[in-house]
């Protein structure tokens, strides 16, 4: 199992209460004002290791990434154009590792690490607010950040962090929320799925499913799809009931929703595409135990294998388009832009043309590891352990 969701399973079988994490800022800076956790009280800490950043235009609409792999689907695509040189914008310093990836709103990017979200500039870098006891990753919907907490749901407000209400669960969540449209979904340690209204209202659970291993959900219009070490199971969106499942192997990690399909990993060395009323479409075999969820767009899908390798599949058909060797295995999801690509590993973020697979630039970044990037308006964002940064078009 791959290290990020290791660490966030367990983290759901605990308790947590408030963390102290704190961003190690420097340079002329003397203070970081940081909200604490729902409930809590605003403290100051004092500086630690250096914030490097090159403060950087926002366009005037500002794209977002706002939940893991971009939307409910899990497409992993941004509509945007990646720069051809690894432009570092800024670097910071965190405690902990980042659980999946980066999210990013209209003016800051999201993170938790070691349970703690981070509020960060986006265009900086520099910290906004933190708040502990967080056991999942960040989902920003307009105004407010959505987290899970144990056996609940924190709803915080995205400026300040101070928290706006709270969604208690029957049981401990071992997703984060995916929120699509006025709803959330979460599965938790009682084997079942909730769905819930974003001002709190439980809507219908599933009936039991066997696990509470599940990875994170996708969301299409009329289905929510839950992949586990059990398989894939699609529920009806407006009532829960179960659809269909394919069973065949164990899914590694959160299926994708697009072109009217659904798009997932598997076990058996395989990546599959069903269309959303559960005919098996195709089933491509790749070498070596895919990793991450795969992104869709332009016709294509992106996979990361086991062996070290980035492939893209023809979306209709399945076959094989190009497949490129990434430096070390990494289990991180490809996040995907117009014209590139992008996987992190051990140490650096890679970035890999669409057209051909040819690399497009490689940036070494110590702490990076094998969470996944985000892109928004051509800006890469990366973390790992003890590090956010983002990588600009010049």
Not at 1 to 20: C, D, E, N, Q, W
Not at 255 to 268: L, M, N
Not at 269 to 283: I, P, T
Request: with cysteine.
């Amino acid at each position: 199992m791959p290290k990020h969701r290791r660490s966030f399973l367990a983290a759901a079988g605990v308790t947590l209460g408030s963390l102290a994490g704190c961003l190690r800022l420097g340079g002329d800076e003397t203070t970081t004002t940081t909200t604490q956790p729902p409930g809590g009280t605003t403290t100051t800490q004092p500086p630690g290791e250096t914030t490097t950043s090159t403060t950087t235009t926002q366009p005037k609409h500002p794209g977002k990434w706002p939940q893991f792999q971009n939307d409910a689907g899990r497409t992993g695509y941004s509509p945007s154009t990646v720069g051809e040189s690894a432009n570092r914008a800024w670097r910071t310093s965190i405690d902990g590792t980042v659980e999946r990836s980066p999210v990013v709103g209209e003016d800051a990017v999201y993170v938790t690490a070691s349970g703690t979200v981070y509020s960060l500039d986006r265009a900086t870098g520099k910290q906004r607010w933190q708040a502990g006891g967080a056991t999942g990753p960040p989902v920003v919907h307009g105004s407010q950040v959505l987290f899970s907490s144990g056996a609940a749901i924190e709803v915080v407000d995205a400026a300040s962090g101070k928290r706006q209400r709270r969604i208690s669960l029957p049981a401990r969540a071992v997703t984060g929320p995916v929120v699509a449209g006025s709803d959330l979904y979460v599965g938790c340690t009682d084997e079942r799925v909730h769905a819930y209204t974003l001002d709190g209202k439980h809507q219908w659970q599933t009936v039991p499913l066997n696990t509470s291993q599940f990875e994170p959900l996708a969301v299409g219009d009329k289905r929510v799809f839950v992949a586990s070490n059990l398989g894939l199971y699609a529920h009806d969106r407006a009532g829960g009931f179960r659809d269909w499942s394919a069973t065949r192997n164990s899914v590694t990690d959160a299926p994708t929703v697009a072109d009217g399909s659904v798009f997932f990993p598997t076990s058996g060395e395989f990546v599959a595409r069903y269309s959303v009323d559960g005919k098996e479409q195709w089933r491509t075999p790749v070498s070596g135990l895919p990793r991450g969820s795969v992104a869709v767009g332009g016709g294509s899908v992106y996979a990361v294998a086991g062996n070290a390798s980035l492939y893209r599949l023809n979306a209709s058909g399945g076959g094989v388009v190009w497949r490129s060797r990434v430096p070390t295995a990494t289990d991180s999801s490809p996040a995907l832009a117009d014209n590139a690509v992008a996987v992190n590993d051990s140490g650096s973020v890679h970035t890999f043309v669409t057209e051909q697979g040819g690399t497009l630039w490689s940036a070494d970044v110590t702490g990076v590891d094998d969470t996944s990037c985000a892109i928004v308006d051509g800006t890469v964002f990366a973390g790992g352990t003890g590090v956010v940064a983002a990588f600009a078009p010049e």
